[in-house]
Structures are given as C-alpha cells and as structure tokens.
C-alpha cells in the first residue's frame, strides 16, 4: 500500500521487485559480536521483499473492496491488513537494531531509514490489538464509502449519498438548501467517533512501540529532516503564501456579503462552511460565475463546453494521456485501460473517492473514480494520472524506493500538468474559443486558479494539524468537534454554520480521516507544483510571466518530469527536487509569482476593507 493509492491505510510505501521471502530478524551471533554492515544489507532486502508480497496482497483486497464495498471484502482487506501491519511490528525493530552500523552501503542505509518511517498505522504487536485495529479501519472507511443520507430510512428512494449532496452545494445559491445538504453529510460521520478514538489509542501505542512519541510524530518523520522541524516547514510556506490568501478571503467575503447580506455573512468574521460551494470549503471555484471579477469577458465555461461537445469519461481520459505523451511520457498500458472503474457502476456500492492504482506492482496502473462530465473531474484525472506516471517511471525500482520522492511529490505531479491547461490550451483542444488575453481575460482566469489553489492552502494544512494534536493529546475525545472547528475558524477564515457540537464529528466527514491517510502532502504539493511548472516551463524555453506558460507539446518539458519519476524515493527528496528544478528547497515564490497579477488586483479591490476574521 502506498502513497499512489490515496487510500493508504497502513502503509506509505509502493513495492515491486523481488519475491523471495526471507527471514526477518538480525541472526542471534550478529548480536553478540554486533550486526554487521552485510546482515543490515541482507536484513534490508529480506524485509523488502517480504513486505512485498503482503502490500501486493493487500492493494488487491483493497482494490477489490474499494470497487465493491462488501462485508466479506472488508474482511478480506483487514486480513491482508493485519499480515502487513504484523510483518512490520518485527521489520521496524529489526531494522531499529542496525541504527549506528558502520559501513553500510548507501542503499542499504536508505533503505533501513525508508523501512522504519514506511507504515502510517502501526499496530500494537499484540495480535488481538491488531486485529482490532484492522477491523476499525475498514469499517469506518466503508462508513464513509457507502454514507448516504435518507430522509426515510426505509426508503431507499428518499437517500442522498456524497455526489448528490455535493450538486445541492456547488449548484444552489441558496443558503438554507446548501445548509440542509451540508448537515445531511455530516449525519454519516458521528457513529465513527468512538472508532477513532480507539483508532488513535491503538495507533499511538503501535507508534510508541516503534520508537515514535505517538502517530504523528512517525507521519512528520517522513520529510528526511527532523520530525520536529516539520511544523516550522509548513509555517515558513504558509507565512509566504498567507498574505495571497488573506486578500482572496476578504474579497470572497465581501461579494458574499453583498449577495446575501449581513445576516448570512458577517462582513467582518469568519465565512460560514456551507457557502463556499464544496463540501469541505477546500475549493471554491463554484462560486467563480458568483464571482467573475470582469463579468462577462473572456470567461471559459469548459463545462458547458464538455457537455455541449458531450464528452464522455474516456474522451476526458484519453484527453488527459495525450498531455502526458505531448510532453514525451509513455502512454498508458493496454491494461490500464480494461481494469480501471471509470464510472460509478449501477447495483453495487463503491468508494467514489478518486485514486490512482498499480494494483499487482507491475505497472498494472488504475484509476478508480466516479467521473462526471465537468472541469473539476478533468482535473482531477489528471490528477490521479500523474500518481499513475509516477509508479509507472519507478517500476524498475527495488521496492522500497517506488514512492515519491516524499508524499508531496506524489501529489504534485498532475496538479503541475493542470498549471499547463491555459485558456490558449484549452481553445487547442477545442473547450474553449475566441480565447483572448488581455488584462481583464488574465484577472478572470487567475480568479478562478486561485479559488482552487489558494484556497486550499489553509486547508491543506489543518487537517493534519487537528490529527497532530489529536494524536498527541492535546485534543481529547471530548473535544474533537471543537478542536475541529478552532482550527478552520483560525486558520481558514471558515465557521462552523449553526451550533456543531461534540454530538458531531464533523472531522469525519472528510474522507482522509476515516481513510487514514495524512494529509499534509497536499499543502506541500501546492508549493511543489508550481516549482515543478516553473521548472518545466523553463525547459520548455518559455519566455513571459509564468501564469502564461503552458508545455503542452514541449518534449523538453518532460525531461524534469521524468527525472523527479524515476528516482522515486531512492534519494533524500532535496536531491530529487533539484534535479528537476535546481532547487533544494521547497519554495512559494513560484505560487506567488504565478499569481502576482491577481494578488494586485484583489489588493486594490479590497481597499477601505477590514480583512481578517
Ligand atoms: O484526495 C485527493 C485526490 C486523490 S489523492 C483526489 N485530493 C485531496 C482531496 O480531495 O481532499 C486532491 C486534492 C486534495
Ligand atoms: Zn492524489
């Protein structure tokens, strides 16, 4: 299980290679005399392709439960789940007992280091703890999987699931309509909250058995830099990006002001949750027509576009491949194209949760989504076909290294491709016509850029700061819901719409809480994407503002592409990230240069305003 998968419950790694199982702890005689450089060497590979074969074993099960939500797939998933996290309470003390070995090889070292960082869950090695764990893993991810809300529960005609109640959200403009969909969600998310607190207690003991103060503690060690330093990363980007975000919140608020009044929305506090369009506030762009800043010029419609064209799911995937292969990648395998759920199929239940797949390790490449003919889910696959570009250039690996230089990058890549689809890509491709770029034309587009990337950011790092704290004590059970919600008002400018009470779990509600998987790669692969653009761009030989580069067609562009790829983890990610960008640092200023023009703009407009919240 791995980070190309986005439901990675236990284990941050993807694997490949080698299968001969081997035996996993040091020899007894090594003790004594103390293990030697060969036995780390051997102990690494060992343990490499035993857990091999079990994440092979559980990606199957997961996929299979994953497309088919099931009492007998859930249970097949939390066995192969309990092999992996058993493996691994032997394989991270074992490699524990080479710490200070002199004279390993580089790889071997590597490889011990990526080991005992490599799972998101361990479990205690009490195996009936294990099982335990398991089981609470599958059974909150398919609460969420098949969560729907009834208004009869014994009529299935009267229930709603995610999809349905995202339309209500980005379509309606009306506030008590987006209210009752927004809380109907939130009605699949409290009978999990007595899981996750078991969950966390019997993850944070499978930590501190591994040598980790708790869960999070082992999630921030996977940056090669002290866990400790990682807060004061995201700090450093945030406080670059900050000033961009506060400007594009006051103006947001203020147009929403204007529509539906004081009442609704309070010119001077935080936005309420249920406005913004999307189910998590982490994506604004619905309210772009709401907020068109030159109303009327220039704007791009590429979802009427692709429903006036009638594009269908596989003319938006084969669409995205072809930016890929433009830019000199492979194209997909046969294979890809036969296994993948494209669709929600009728007549059983799936998890619509976009994810990206190498199902047997072997470049056996998927994606699993509920595609609908809009902007966002073309965006979205490419999304996931960058994970599935990744797996696919790190195939030759040996397994411990196919995984992204870290998670960050691993989200990255799609996200740095759809940097590429300007308006002058989009009129190539026939989504778009009479494109035109002048200013106004460049402050719409930009707009509706950053009510997708700016407005994420806050919410990319706040998940994981509530399940830092969560995870380390300093938000109790009791205090779930209200930690939650401190964290959105403080750091998104965002308010809980009405009285949330620890009767709630409103945490549960966003997918990556019930699926375990950390969340913090999304911040970073903000920062990460427009570094890799601006990078790409220059190899491109684009001349001009960055916000107007797009590679489309740029063989040359590829090139940093498939470097950053095809090192996988094998190296400390500030190498990998300087071999695609030059840089050794992951650094804002491409994002705020990229959006420079707008950031003016939206300055202007909110002048004589009081921002903040
Ligand atoms: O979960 C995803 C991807 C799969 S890795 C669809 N994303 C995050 C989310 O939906 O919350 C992409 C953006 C952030
Ligand atoms: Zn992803």
């Known amino acids: 299980m791995n980070t190309h998968r986005i439901a990675p419950v236990l284990v941050l790694l993807a694997c490949g290679g080698s299968t001969k199982p081997a035996p996993v702890a040091a020899p007894a005689a090594a003790e004594e005399a103390g293990p030697t450089a060969d036995e780390a060497k051997a102990f690494a590979d060992g343990a490499e392709a035993r857990l091999l074969e079990l994440w092979k074993g559980s990606e199957g099960a997961h996929w299979t439960l994953a497309t088919d939500i099931t009492d007998a797939h859930a249970e097949a998933a939390a066995k192969a789940d309990e092999a992996v996290m058993a493996a691994m309470s032997e394989i991270v003390p074992g490699a524990a007992r080479f710490d200070g070995v002199e004279g390993l090889d580089a790889d071997t070292a590597r490889k011990l280091a990526l080991l005992k960082r490599s799972t998101t869950l361990p479990a205690p090695a009490d195996a009936t703890k294990r099982t335990e764990l398991a089981g609470i893993m599958t059974k909150i991810a398919g609460m969420y999987g098949k969560g729907k809300h009834c208004t009869d529960p014994e009529d299935e005609s009267t229930c709603r699931d995610l999809g349905a109640l995202e339309k209500v959200l980005s379509d309606s403009t009306d506030p008590a309509v987006q209210l009752e ?64 975000y506060e400007q594009l919140h006051c103006y947001v608020r203020a147009e929403l002001n204007d529509q539906y009044g004081d009442d609704v929305v309070d010119p001077a506090g935080p936005i309420p949750a249920h406005l913004l369009g999307n189910m998590w506030a982490q994506d604004w762009s619905y309210l772009y027509p709401q907020l068109e800043p030159f109303k009327g010029h220039a704007s791009l ?40 759920m494209f669709v929600k199929p009728e007549g059983r239940e799936v ?41 696919h250039y790190y195939v030759g690996l040996p397994p411990l290294y196919r995984n992204g230089a870290h998670d960050g990058f691993h989200e990255a890549i799609g996200d740095a491709v759809v940097l590429s689809m300007t308006p002058g890509y989009l009129e190539q491709i026939g989504l778009a016509e009479n494109v035109q770029s002048d200013d106004k034309a460049v402050i719409n587009d930009q707009m509706q850029r950053a009510l997708g990337n700016v407005a994420f950011l806050p919410f990319g790092m706040l998940v994981d700061r509530w399940r830092w704290d969560v995870f380390d004590g300093s938000i109790s059970p009791e205090e779930y819901n209200a930690g939650w919600w401190k964290l959105r008002t403080e750091l998104q400018g965002i308010g809980a719409p009405g009285d949330r009470t620890e009767a709630h779990f409103d945490p549960g509600a966003k997918y990556h809480i019930p699926g375990n998987t950390p969340y913090l790669r999304y911040f970073f692969a903000q920062v990460l994407q427009f ?68 950031q003016g703009w939206l300055e202007e407009q909110n002048q004589g305003r009081t921002c903040g919240w």
């Open 181 to 244: 969909a927004w809380q109907a969600w939130r009605t699949v998310s409290p009978d999990m909250r007595a899981d996750y607190a078991r969950f966390v207690e019997l993850g944070n003991e499978g930590a501190k058995e591994i040598g980790y103060t708790d869960l999070g503690d082992l999630w921030r060690s996977g940056y090669d830099m002290p866990s400790s330093e990682v807060r004061t990363e995201v700090d450093r980007l945030w406080g670059q990006m900050q000033p961009l």
């Open 301 to 340: 419609d590429v979802d009427q576009a692709l429903a006036d064209q009638d594009w269908d799911h596989i003319q938006m995937v084969k669409t995205s491949e072809a930016f890929f292969t433009s830019i000199g990648l492979d194209p997909m395998p046969e294979t890809f194209w036969e296994r993948s």
């Open 351 to 391: 998890e619509c949760h976009a994810s990206a797949w190498d199902v047997e390790w072997n470049d056996d490449q998927r994606i699993k989504m509920c595609i609908r003919q809009n902007y966002e889910d073309l965006t979205v696959i490419h999304h996931e076909l960058g994970h599935n570009y990744y797996n």
């Open 531 to 598: 570094q890799l653009h601006q990078a790409m761009c220059e190899a491109s030989g684009h001349e001009g503002p960055l916000h107007t580069c797009s590679v489309y067609g740029s063989e040359a562009a590829g090139e940093p592409m498939k470097k950053l790829l095809s090192m996988g983890s094998s190296k400390p990610w500030p190498d990998a990230l300087e071999a695609a960008t030059g840089s050794r640092q992951m650094d804002a200023t491409p994002l705020v240069t990229y959006f420079a023009p707008l």
